[in-house]
């Protein structure tokens, strides 16, 4: 199949193809004028870099933008190298978590021609106007932002995960997470938030992954978007949100027992029981209240508990984690996950 040329490619590695590249959508929704001569571009873990360096090429780019997560940071040294050597006057355009910190000590950095570090959704296209930016850029007004969710295709809401946004950042500052350099929450204009979920609604959407990093965090917003959603529920919708595990109060509470069973799922990062250890590493948490939560949650709601431990952090030996662990188990959720610390740029 033959395909337009695209001045401007977008692309990616997804974990799975039923992943879609959020921040693609973005960065397109965001081009403004020069959304006719851009062009997204997804490939997963199953491609191999040689075959979408030729996808990317056949297009005739200008421009390439990538996407760079731990997941995919591999892929995509590859990728770039392969593309340098194919096509060395091709301009190549980093941006992502990975390769938003110490990008002078990374290979693919110096491979690259540009690295936008932080939120790019309105730099990237400042970037393609004048091939030249202020180091680094603010985070944009999320008030700014043109929304991505008219972008996602019909298949993709048939068939791919659907991820929304109604904040960003973290308020909390732990030492293991990039989140903890975030300036603290933005929220996006509820209203206009609100109506870009009906049109998905609308459109047959029923699966949405909100990543949020700490949706419960302000009452009214969660509020809000919990009582949308009951109002308009329909059989078969699933909304994810990642929780607070200590703060569900009883405004929270009443709405979140009436969604039928099995239409939500919390994930719920406990990360440690050990008080010493939460404190060495930043995190505040309030453990007799999370327990009381999520026993809560568990005895009188219908909602999937997701929940995650670190194995790993400073300070906290085999036997803690292990004494955690059965604390956990205690509380009966539906899933534990344990998740290996590993080094953040």
């Not at 956990?328 to 998740?339: F, K, M, N, S, T």
Request: aromatic share 10%.
């Amino acid at each position: 199949m033959s395909l337009t040329p695209a001045e401007i490619v977008l692309t990616t590695f997804n974990a799975r193809y039923i992943h879609c590249a959020f921040g693609l959508r973005y960065l397109y929704a965001n081009l403004g004028d020069l959304q006719p001569r851009a062009r997204i571009l997804e490939f997963d873990l199953q491609h191999r870099p040689l075959d979408a360096a030729e996808a990317i090429l056949a297009l005739q780019p200008k421009i390439v933008g990538i996407g760079v997560y731990i997941w995919n940071a591999d892929q995509c040294l590859q990728l770039v190298k392969l593309l340098k050597q194919l096509r060395p006057t091709l301009t190549i355009v980093l941006g992502g978590p990975e390769v938003s910190h110490e990008p002078d000590q990374q290979e693919i950095c110096r491979l690259a021609d540009h690295v936008l570090p932080g939120e790019a959704d309105l730099t990237f296209a400042a970037y393609c106007r004048n091939s030249s930016l202020p180091f680094p850029a603010a985070p944009p007004n999320l008030a700014d932002i043109t929304l991505p969710y008219d972008l996602y295709t019909d298949d993709d809401i048939a068939h791919r995960v659907v991820y929304v946004e109604a904040s960003r950042g973290c308020p909390f500052h732990c030492e293991f997470c990039l989140s903890s350099l975030d300036n603290g929450v933005r929220r996006f204009p509820l209203e206009r938030f609100l109506s870009a979920m009906q049109r998905l609604l609308d459109r047959g959407a029923l699966a949405f992954k909100f990543v949020d990093r700490t949706f419960n965090l302000d009452l009214p917003t969660a509020t809000a978007i919990l009582r949308f959603f009951l109002e308009r529920h329909r059989p078969g919708l699933f909304l994810h949100f990642e929780v607070i595990p200590d703060r569900f109060p009883e405004p929270l509470r009443s709405l979140v027992e009436q969604f039928p069973h099995g239409s939500l799922q919390f994930e719920i990062g406990i990360q440690t029981f050990n008080e010493e250890v939460a404190a060495r590493i930043g995190r505040q948490q309030d453990n007799a209240k999370a327990e009381e939560n999520l026993r809560w949650l568990r005895e009188h709601t219908g909602v999937h508990l997701h929940t995650d431990l670190i194995i790993g952090l400073p300070g906290e030996s085999l036997e803690s984690f292990a004494d955690g662990f059965d604390r956990l188990v205690a509380l009966r959720p539906h899933e534990i996950q344990v998740g290996i610390l590993k080094r953040l740029r």
